[in-house]
């Protein structure tokens, strides 16, 4: 029996068939940027990101996976970025693999110790469980990766949003 594939569009980021989706504007993402005066400024209906979900939705532990688009950008000069977290459970890293653009995975430890590597088509980054991540986009085309992880992970937001990473500035 031969079932169909699932397929994935490397140029747009879609998934197909696709689970859950989502889309983060500036509006989504006060206190993300260090400059929140500048964040108001803007049109607050700008995509900042989208996310493409796996299809299913099956219960207990399984591996999943999605891709991001993540547009150009910045506010007040630094960089268009995901918002980034931490996993709770110390034994869930990530797979990311870069489709399209340009950018920065930003890695970071509970010290607030900030690494990176570039992002760029093909490039694999294999992320420890026990660093936060998140993406910057530092070229002008969307920045478009694929990542998998676990679903028993879980998901930290506050605690690397506390630490602040690194700020990736276009001056
Ligand atoms: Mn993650």
Redesign the pocket.
Known sequence: MISEAIHLDRRTGVITPSGHSSVRKLKDLAGLFFDEAARRGLDPETVVYQTYGCPGDLPGEQLLYGTTVLMPGDVGGEYFMTRG?F?TNPLRG?LCLTLQGEGWLLLMDREGVTMRQKMSEGSLHD?PAHLA?RVVNTGDEPLIFF?S?MSD?G?DYETSQRLGFERIRNT
């Open positions: 977290h996993h990530e992320i991540h990542v992880w992970c998901h």
